[in-house]
């Protein structure tokens, strides 16, 4: 689990799996610069109708060992989570390039 704000990117030290009722609490620890710059234009790819939702689940995230996303977004004034199915034949169409792009940074970051 990442977290990504403003210019620094941070690693969840807990490793939970996280719910689908209630913000994630994780332990983050702020990783280095090399690795925000990898990550730093996500911000640029996120699908601002999701802002619009009003589901916060999106297939069925990890029920078929499939993976799944937690996806939070924090703002001024907009504080809101979903969780994601990685098969894209579940979720509507405006997230799958988001999909795409979340699983490349994460592929960047693990290499």
Known sequence: MYKLEDDKLFQD???EYPR???FYEGSYIE???ADYDKVKD??????E????EHDTTFG???????GGLYI???TNNIHKYWTIDQHKGYVPVFL?????KVNEKIDLLNN
């Open 31 to 33: 990783m280095d610069q």
């Open 42 to 47: 996500l911000f640029d790819y996120f699908p």
């Open 20 to 22: 689908y009722d209630v």
């Open 72 to 74: 939070e977004y924090k």
């Open 13 to 15: 030290t807990k490793k």
């Open 49 to 52: 109708q999701l802002l619009y």
């Open 60 to 66: 069925c995230p990890d029920c078929a060992d499939q």
């Open 96 to 100: 799958h390039d988001f999909i795409e």
